[in-house]
C-alpha cells in the first residue's frame, strides 16, 4: 500500500510571511495527526483528526496555525504568519486503529521548514 | 498530561554488543507503548510495540520489556548491527489518544 504523502518536502521563507503544507494519508486511513518536530526533540503532536473532525488540538499555537481536513481524506496545515521558532519538521501520521487498541501510527517523509 | 522521559540521550556500543534504552511515563492510564527509529533525515518508523497487558515482546534482535507498577519501559537491542545505528524514540498513549514522544536517543554502532 502507498505509505503517507507530504508536499513540499523542503520550504524556505522569511518571518512573517504564510506557508501551508499539504498531507495526504494512507487509504482507508480515518485518523490523521499533525507533528511539529524540532531539531534533536521528539515528535510533538499539534492536530489530530479523526475523519474530518478535530479530537486534539490543545497544543496547535490558534493564533498563528490552523489545520483541516476537509472530506475526511487530505489535510492542510498553515501557518500565518511565520516566526523564527516555527522552523522544525512537519510531520503527518496517520492510522487505522484495525488492531484493537493498539494507536499505530504511519508517518509521512515531513517538510522541513526553515524561517529566515 | 502524559509526560514521557527517555534515557540516554546518547549511546555508543561496539558492534556485536547489546543497547539498552529505558523510558519512563507519567500516566498510569497509558496502555500503549510504541519505539519508533528515524534514521537522519527519514521518518520515524515503528519498530516495535506492546500493550499494558503484556509484560515482554521479542522481534528477532529486538524486545520490549513493560513493568506497569514502576511505569517505565525498555527496549532492548542484541547482536548490534552498523545498520542499527539511528534515533530511537519511545512513546506513550491511552487508548486512541494522542502519542506522547521521548526527547529521542542517537545509537551509534562502532565497527
Known amino acids: 500500500e502507498a505509505g503517507v504523502a507530504q508536499s513540499p518536502r523542503y520550504k524556505i521563507i522569511e518571518k512573517r510571511q504564510s506557508v501551508a503544507f499539504w498531507c495526504n494519508p494512507i487509504s482507508g486511513h480515518a485518523t490523521l495527526y499533525w507533528y511539529q518536530q524540532i531539531l534533536g526533540q521528539g515528535p510533538k503532536l499539534l492536530i489530530q483528526f479523526q475523519n474530518n473532525g478535530v479530537v486534539d488540538d490543545s497544543q496547535l499555537p490558534k493564533d498563528r496555525f490552523s489545520a483541516e481536513r476537509l472530506k475526511g481524506v487530505d489535510s492542510t496545515l498553515k501557518i500565518q504568519p511565520a516566526k523564527l521558532e516555527d522552523s522544525a519538521v512537519y510531520l503527518c501520521?496517520?492510522?487505522?486503529?484495525?488492531?484493537?487498541?493498539?494507536?499505530?501510527?504511519?508517518f509521512g517523509p515531513g517538510t522541513r521548514l526553515t524561517v529566515l | 498530561g502524559e509526560n514521557v522521559e527517555q534515557h540516554p540521550s546518547t549511546l555508543s556500543v561496539q558492534e556485536g554488543d547489546s543497547a539498552v534504552i529505558k523510558c519512563t511515563y507519567s500516566?498510569?492510564?497509558?496502555?500503549?507503548f510504541p519505539w519508533y527509529k528515524q534514521e537522519l533525515g527519514k521518518r520515524p518508523q515503528l519498530i516495535i510495540d506492546?500493550?499494558?497487558?503484556?509484560g515482554e515482546k521479542k522481534d528477532q534482535r529486538i524486545a520490549v520489556t513493560l513493568n506497569k507498577t514502576a511505569k517505565h519501559f525498555s527496549l532492548h537491542i542484541t547482536e548490534t548491527q552498523p545498520e542499527d545505528s539511528a534515533v530511537y524514540f519511545c512513546?506513550?498513549?491511552?487508548?486512541?489518544?494522542?502519542?506522547?514522544f521521548g526527547t529521542g536517543t542517537r545509537l551509534t554502532i562502532i565497527p
Open positions: 500516566d498510569s492510564a497509558s496502555n500503549y
Open positions: 506492546i500493550r499494558s497487558n503484556v
Open positions: 512513546a506513550a498513549s491511552f487508548g486512541n489518544e494522542k502519542l506522547t
Open positions: 501520521a496517520s492510522s487505522s486503529r484495525l488492531r484493537a487498541g493498539y494507536n499505530e501510527q504511519f
